[in-house]
């Protein structure tokens, strides 16, 4: 034979060989858990690498809301205050995060939540709305009120002459109430103090926060605990939150980051019953999700998964702000807020709330189609492909019958600053194709690969036995393994005329 021949044979070989392995391997390997052990290494070169690390992305909408009647409430003319939703206010919100370590079971990163924040005038309520007046509660003297009652209860008697020159309601642009909320007294406080003079909402909701998570990564740790925290900032119990410890167990208060997630990515192979909780870091805690259903999203099947609860009852140590106790669906937040603020988060406009609004307030609409805060996870990935984060921030007023009656007005109110929905933005077209083959395809390809490798085992095989006899063809091939077929002979049979029958036929 011929050298190259000889080659082709060889290849032929390899190729079968190659082949037959190949069968063998996906005898005992499952596709999906192949491709999801390759995922949870977290390597540098994941085409889903470049979207998680400008993360988060998406738009932050605000609500805030405009008392039309202060007048008639401080006359005592009207009993409720009669609110007018102003929003959405929207941001461009795009994050950064910056890899610092990274091994083969662990990646520690520093989280950069705004890195960019725009303001978008063409998908807001109106481009000039940062313009618009409007008139809102004085919430630094309303605020003030509720922590003193608490803490110094005796001042009482003096803070109407320490809020002298201030009115109990704040007529002022939206940008002021969003940006530059101060007041005098504050800023003289902030000079002898430690106490911060600006408290509008997203001036100090946007400041960007020391966010420094350990997590785990790579199979050896197991797929089902892929980004599971270990440390956020070097420490297992939330900074803020630490104080907390000395008087509950963290173990039954959410404050122990150990096994949560950062919202970012989740383990594959997700359940309904496998528990998911993340780092709500705006509320110094660690939030449950609790599955609600299967839901249909730009042709991907996901699961839906609640932030909150309706009437959820908040952990005992978190059920209480200064004093005050908070109503189901509600939350202390106060530890991480300015000032360390009387505060509470709820669902907006107090949706699954146990607080009856309406004996105080006309104008809210609670509903969950607009105020229930969800996250939709591709559970095969491990992946949100959308989420809409919404949270009202309130001060829980105490009885203010010891104040001025000005102040007295609002005792046991809740009273909300603002409302806000982080609404995540559509992942990147090749992020959502391969989620869709991973789920679609992958899922489904083993069985057909499997007959592929047999077919180009055999074919190879046949192959070099081809280039072997001379290259023949699979005719010649089929001639030399089953040998030439014999000449075809017919049978006849003859039958012999008797005589008398010859004779008759001749005359």
């Known amino acids: ?72 409430f401080q006359s005592g003319r009207d009993t409720k205050l009669k609110v007018q939703e102003i929003g959405p206010i929207v941001y461009k919100i795009v994050g950064f995060n910056d890899i610092l370590e990274r091994n083969a079971t662990n990646v520690k990163y520093r989280k950069h939540r705004y890195r960019v924040v725009e303001f978008l005038p063409e998908e807001s309520v109106a481009p000039d709305v940062l313009n618009w007046t409007i008139t809102s509660t004085n919430n ?18 003096g803070f109407d002459t320490m809020f002298t020159m201030e009115s109990i309601f704040v007529t002022d642009s939206v940008y002021y109430f969003l940006w530059e909320f101060t007041r005098p007294l504050l800023k003289h406080l902030s000079k002898v103090s430690d106490i911060k003079p600006n408290v509008a909402v997203l001036h100090n909701a946007l400041k960007e926060k020391e966010e420094v998570y350990t997590v785990n990564i790579g199979p050896e740790r197991g797929i089902k605990n892929f980004f599971r925290i270990e440390t956020l900032n070097d420490e297992v119990i939330i900074r803020e939150q630490r104080p907390h410890t000395r008087r509950y167990d963290s173990d039954s208060c959410p404050f122990n980051v150990t096994g949560a997630l950062d919202n970012s990515l989740f383990p594959p192979f997700v359940r309904p019953e496998t528990p998911l909780d993340i780092v709500a870091i705006e509320s110094c805690r660690v939030l449950p999700l609790t ?14 998964y609640t932030l909150l609860q309706a009437n959820q009852k908040p952990p005992q140590c978190l059920d209480t702000s200064y004093g005050i106790k908070l109503h189901d669906g509600m939350f202390d937040v106060s530890q991480c807020v300015i000032n360390d603020a009387p ?53 829980p007023i105490p ?29 990147p077209g090749f992020v959502t194709a391969l989620m869709w083959i991973n789920v679609n395809i992958v899922a489904h390809m083993q069985p057909y690969c499997m007959g592929l490798y047999l077919l180009l085992a055999l074919w190879s095989v046949l192959k070099a036995i081809r280039v072997a006899c001379g290259d023949i063809g699979y005719a010649g091939l089929r001639k030399a393994c089953c040998g030439e077929m014999g000449t075809t002979t017919a049978l006849e049979t003859n039958f012999q005329a008797n005589a008398s029958s010859f004779d008759v036929a001749v005359k």
């Open 140 to 157: 630094v003297m309303l605020g003030a009120a509720s922590k003193l009652k608490h803490t110094l209860p005796l001042l009482a008697i």
């Open 399 to 427: 009885d203010l019958r010891t104040f001025s009656p000005r102040l007295n007005r609002f005792s046991n109110m809740m009273i909300p600053s603002f409302w806000y929905e982080f609404e995540m933005g559509q992942l």
């Open 291 to 304: 599955y609600q259903r299967k839901q249909r999203y730009n042709g991907l099947d996901t699961f839906r």
């Open 1 to 72: 034979m011929k050298f190259v021949q000889w080659v082709k044979i060889v290849l032929c070989v390899i190729l079968a060989a190659l082949n037959i392995i190949l069968f063998v391997v996906s005898c005992g390997v499952d596709y999906p858990i192949l491709v999801a052990r390759e995922h949870v290494r977290f390597r540098q070169e994941m085409p889903t690498m470049d979207s998680w690390i400008n993360s988060p992305f998406g738009k932050l909408k605000n609500y805030v809301f405009n008392v039309t009647n202060a007048e008639e």
């Open 343 to 395: 505060s509470a988060f709820s669902m907006p406009h107090f949706f699954g709330s146990s607080y009856n609004w309406s004996e105080h307030y006309e104008g809210y609409t609670p509903n969950a189609d607009d105020h229930e805060p969800y996250i939709l996870l591709e559970p095969v990935t491990g992946i949100p492909v959308t989420e809409k984060y919404r949270f009202q921030s309130n001060i």
